[in-house]
Each structure stands twice: as structure tokens, then as C-alpha cells.
């Protein structure tokens, strides 16, 4: 059992007028096999809590933690924080022109584990994942992210997820961008994740269409930079037919 657990966040952003305070003062625990769903309104700062957790250094952490099984992830690096067993799907995954998505997935396999995957059985691996996400075989061998749809980042990312087997995952808005079917086949990836590891999920999202496919043991409404509100997932069905207006001062 593994807890990743974040006390007391605040968390500053760079613009060109200096410093502007985004998160201020989040607390928020997820335990393995937990799935919470943060929802919000935009500008509401859920994408720079995800970022601030995985170590981007545009966020500029003030004050507070994020521990993970005792140990804090803000005093480790970004390949640390991944080795400790963090994982982040983009909400708007990069192009990395020059290397193929089958030597992207296996030099991060390494770098997690400490060695390299025995290669037949990770050639198994990987082509029993992209068939379950419903890939193309030569999907692999082209560029990671260059030139792939919405749809195709986001398959990726849940493809790296199921690889790389990590503790906990952050999902920034993976639904963003994605039809129903895609939408689907990315929710039973991440569901297929669930059945066959114990990894903690924080699923951040603005609707409920993934809870559809997706079933949160916690959702938390996030608002100006702080969780306003937590309940069950009875709470995301009163989000959909309400709305944030009750949540947001009177202008």
C-alpha cells in the first residue's frame, strides 16, 4: 500500500508581470488503487497541480509538500520523482522529432526499472498493449507524438501508463480532444491499469464523460486554486446538472 499524499500546496507561476499565485494551500491524499477525479472550471489551477507534482520547472513551489510513501517528491528531480513511481499523462503530450516510440518506451522502461526489459517478452508486451488500445502496429516506429491526432497522443500516453507500471498516475485531461470511441478505448486502458496493478489515480478533468467509463472512489471540486468541495462520485452527477456557479464568488 503506497500513499501520495500532498499537504498544505501553494505554488507560484512565472508571467511576464512576475510571479502570480495559482495553488494556494492544496491538500489532497491518494492512496494505491484509489481513483479521485479533480474537477473544475478553467484557469482553476488543476493542470498546475498536476505539473507541480511531476517537477515542471515553470511551477515555482512556496511552500508545502508532496510526499509519496513518506519521502518528498519536491526535493527530487524529475527523473527521481518518475523512478519513485510518479507517472503524468499531458493534457498536450510533446513531439520528440528524431525518436521513434519503440525506442522512447524502452529507454524509459529502463530508466524506471534500473535495467533494460529481457527483449522478447517486452516485444510481447508492447504489441499486446497497442493491440488492446487498438494501434497500428507501425505506430511504433514512427516519431514519438509527431504528427499523431488527439486521439493517437492520448492512446500513447495510456500506452506508456500500462508499460511502465507506475505507483500513482496523474491524468491531465486525458478526455480533452478525444471522440467517443477513442474516449472509450483510453478509459479501458486505464481501467485494464486498475485491474492489474494497485496504482492510485488522480483523473483530472472538467466533465463527466469519463466518469462514464471511469468510476472515481473520490471527486474533489477544485476552485481558484484550492478544494472547495469532496464526495463520491454522486457529487461529479450534481457537478453535471449544476455546474461551478455556487462555487465561484459574485463578480
Given at each position: 500500500?503506497?500513499?501520495?499524499?500532498?499537504?498544505?500546496?501553494?505554488?507560484?507561476?512565472e508571467t511576464p508581470d512576475g510571479p502570480k499565485k495559482i495553488l494556494r494551500g492544496v491538500d489532497l491524499t491518494v492512496k494505491s488503487g484509489e481513483?479521485?477525479?479533480?474537477?473544475?472550471?478553467?484557469?482553476?489551477?488543476?493542470?498546475?497541480?498536476?505539473?507541480?507534482?511531476?517537477?515542471?520547472?515553470?511551477?515555482?513551489?512556496?511552500?508545502?509538500?508532496?510526499?509519496?510513501?513518506?519521502?518528498?517528491?519536491?526535493?527530487?528531480?524529475?527523473?527521481?520523482?518518475?523512478?519513485?513511481?510518479?507517472?503524468?499523462?499531458?493534457?498536450?503530450?510533446?513531439?520528440?522529432?528524431?525518436?521513434?516510440?519503440?525506442?522512447?518506451?524502452?529507454?524509459?522502461?529502463?530508466?524506471?526499472?534500473?535495467?533494460?526489459?529481457?527483449?522478447?517478452?517486452?516485444?510481447?508486451?508492447?504489441?499486446?498493449?497497442?493491440?488492446?488500445?487498438?494501434?497500428?502496429?507501425?505506430?511504433?516506429?514512427?516519431?514519438?507524438?509527431?504528427?499523431?491526432?488527439?486521439?493517437?497522443?492520448?492512446?500513447?500516453?495510456?500506452?506508456?501508463?500500462?508499460?511502465?507500471?507506475?505507483?500513482?498516475?496523474?491524468?491531465?485531461?486525458?478526455?480533452?480532444?478525444?471522440?467517443?470511441?477513442?474516449?472509450?478505448?483510453?478509459?479501458?486502458?486505464?481501467?485494464?491499469?486498475?485491474?492489474?496493478?494497485?496504482?492510485?489515480?488522480?483523473?483530472?478533468?472538467?466533465?463527466?464523460?469519463?466518469?462514464?467509463?471511469?468510476?472515481?472512489?473520490?471527486?474533489?471540486?477544485?476552485?481558484?486554486?484550492?478544494?472547495?468541495?469532496?464526495?463520491g462520485p454522486e457529487l461529479a452527477e450534481r457537478l453535471e446538472a449544476e455546474g461551478y456557479d455556487r462555487f465561484l464568488a459574485p463578480a
Open positions: 500500500m503506497s500513499t501520495l499524499e500532498i499537504r498544505d500546496l501553494h505554488v507560484d507561476v481513483t479521485h477525479a479533480l474537477m473544475g472550471p478553467n484557469g482553476s489551477g488543476k493542470s498546475t497541480l498536476a505539473y507541480a507534482i511531476a517537477g515542471h520547472p515553470k511551477y515555482a513551489v512556496t511552500s508545502g509538500e508532496v510526499l509519496l510513501d513518506g519521502d518528498n517528491l519536491l526535493e527530487m528531480s524529475v527523473d527521481e520523482r518518475a523512478r519513485a513511481g510518479m507517472f503524468l499523462a499531458m493534457q498536450y503530450p510533446v513531439e520528440v522529432p528524431g525518436v521513434t516510440v519503440s525506442n522512447f518506451l524502452r529507454t524509459a522502461k529502463t530508466a524506471i526499472d534500473g535495467k533494460a526489459p529481457a527483449l522478447r517478452q517486452w516485444v510481447s508486451d508492447v504489441r499486446g498493449t497497442m493491440e488492446n488500445l487498438r494501434m497500428d502496429p507501425t505506430f511504433a516506429e514512427r516519431n514519438v507524438n509527431e504528427g499523431f491526432s488527439g486521439g493517437e497522443k492520448k492512446r500513447h500516453e495510456i500506452l506508456q501508463m500500462e508499460l511502465l507500471q507506475p505507483k500513482f498516475a496523474v491524468l491531465d485531461e486525458t478526455d480533452s480532444g478525444l471522440d467517443v470511441d477513442a474516449l472509450r478505448v483510453v478509459s479501458e486502458g486505464v481501467n485494464r491499469v486498475k485491474d492489474n496493478t494497485d496504482v492510485g489515480v488522480l483523473l483530472i478533468t472538467h466533465y463527466t464523460r469519463i466518469l462514464r467509463y471511469i468510476t472515481p472512489d473520490y471527486v474533489h471540486v477544485f476552485v481558484n486554486g484550492q478544494v472547495a468541495e469532496q464526495g
